[in-house]
């Protein structure tokens, strides 16, 4: 089991970058890795998936070193609106075998200050 | 995400009773998911389907039964509900699409149904 471990909290002042690491020592080859975000009372809404090196999108890059035991969420210039809790979700997503060890684990709550 | 709805948004039962929660999506997925959140832990995943055949337990499948009665439908029963399942429940779909040596899997949750068991 890809246990994932993630700072409970962090707070950034509005435009700062904010960068978020996850632990998985335990990750497996067939693992992908996976953040999500959350708002109060919402369901989380997906950020951003890799599997190896470095991914951007609209929202957020993930950097994933050489031996994928750890990864780090980076969100340029946050805004009060990132106020949320992240998580981080490692394990094998690509057939129902593989997904019933994936785990969201507790995230972490990030508090954006003006 | 408004593709994927939940009924009840909100419920009180008492100890004992049976409940289900039902969970809708127009997404076209094949992959639904429950979960439960408590807080303090995260989000814990309770049962999973990858197709209308397919029924996987999850982490926290004691006490909980599933049902995949269509593509678009995939519901929760607590055959006899206790306290300790209070908690706040979503179900999810995804749609999974290889591509190359990745993949890309993106989960869409539904707005929550908080249950209290009394």
């Known amino acids: 089991l890809a246990k994932t471990t993630q700072p409970i909290s962090m707070d950034s002042y509005e435009g700062q970058e904010v960068n978020i690491t996850c632990s998985h020592n335990n990750i497996a080859t067939n693992d992908y890795i996976t953040w999500y975000q959350q708002f109060p009372s919402q369901g989380p809404r997906f950020i951003i998936q890799?599997?190896?090196t470095k991914v951007t999108n609209e929202v957020a890059s993930l950097f994933i070193p050489a031996d994928r035991k750890s990864s780090t969420l980076s969100l340029p210039r946050v805004s009060l609106s990132d106020t949320a809790v992240y998580y981080c979700?490692?394990?094998?997503?690509?057939?129902?075998?593989?997904?019933?060890?994936?785990?969201f684990g507790i995230g972490t709550k990030l508090q954006v200050i003006p | 995400d408004a593709d994927v709805t939940q009924t009840p948004r909100n419920r009180i039962t008492k100890t004992g009773k049976r409940i289900m929660l039902e969970c809708s999506q127009t997404k076209g997925h094949d992959r639904m998911y429950w979960y439960r959140q408590d807080p303090g832990l995260g989000l814990r995943l309770i049962y999973y389907s990858f197709d209308v055949k397919d029924i996987n337990k999850g982490e926290i499948s004691d006490g909980y039964s599933v049902s995949r009665q269509a593509q678009a439908k995939f519901s929760l029963s607590l055959e006899s509900a206790i306290p300790n399942q209070t908690a706040l429940y979503f179900c999810?779909?995804?749609?999974?699409?290889?591509?190359?040596?990745?993949?890309?899997?993106?989960?869409?949750f539904g707005p929550g149904t908080r249950l209290l068991v009394l």
């Open positions: 890799g599997y190896k």
């Open positions: 979700l490692v394990g094998d997503i690509r057939n129902s075998g593989g997904y019933q060890k994936v785990t």
């Open positions: 999810a779909t995804s749609a999974a699409t290889p591509a190359g040596i990745s993949f890309q899997e993106t989960q869409y």
